[in-house]
């Protein structure tokens, strides 16, 4: 018998902070938005619980963006007395610049690209389908449509499709870049 696939859809807000090093203008220093993600979850099967995935996984995975600074691990920026003062209730500067480590747990949020909204609308697509493998054993694979909207005009989303051996777990994308299917396309109406 051949089973139908099953969508979820989640829609989640947050507000962060960022800065794009490589951008010639304005991008390159840090400034803030109040995103929008919406995440459509397809698997052929369901979990033991009856969900795709529970919400509240997708829930505090994209919280963990939330009021923070989402920086490069590549980026070389300093955080400096000129810098923290203008965090909300930052503490004492030599508290939160005492290691990178230690700054980073607190309020910044490291990844592996440049944050633009389409490199984070594909790191969210593919962590979320491996988050999805984690927590349900019984689909196949994971299949994830990503909208990331940093304004009102400004969009981008991503196709991610994760496929699961069931004999051998799934790769890590980097490994074996030929099991993901992937495309980002940035929607852009307007702008500011």
């Known amino acids: 018998m051949t089973s139908r696939p099953h969508n979820a859809q989640f829609s989640r807000t947050f507000s962060a902070a960022h800065r794009i090093p490589s951008h010639r203008g304005k991008c390159s220093r840090i400034h803030g938005h109040n995103y929008r993600v919406d995440v459509t979850v397809t ?16 829930k505090d995975y994209i919280d963990d963006f ?3 600074l989402i920086l490069a691990d590549s980026d070389s920026i300093t955080i400096t007395q000129e810098v923290i003062p203008a965090i909300p209730n930052a503490g004492p500067v030599e508290q939160l610049v005492a290691t990178r480590k230690q ?7 490291r990844t592996t690209c440049e944050p633009s909204t389409e490199a984070l609308a594909q790191l969210m697509a593919e ?15 994971a299949e994830l ?10 969009m981008a989303y991503t196709d991610v499709r994760l496929n699961r051996d069931r004999t051998e777990g799934y790769p890590d994308v980097d490994e074996d870049p030929n099991r993901l299917d ?3 396309v940035l929607d852009v109406r307007g702008g500011d």
């Open 66 to 68: 939330d009021h923070k």
């Open 145 to 154: 449509h990503v909208t990331l909207s940093e304004t009102d005009s400004i």
């Open 103 to 109: 700054t980073d747990t607190a309020w910044v949020r």
């Open 43 to 58: 698997v052929d099967e369901l979990g033991d619980d009856g969900f795709a995935i529970e919400w509240a996984y997708v």
């Open 182 to 184: 992937a495309d980002a």
């Open 127 to 141: 962590e979320l389908a491996r988050l999805v493998l984690d927590k349900n054993s019984h689909t196949s694979y």
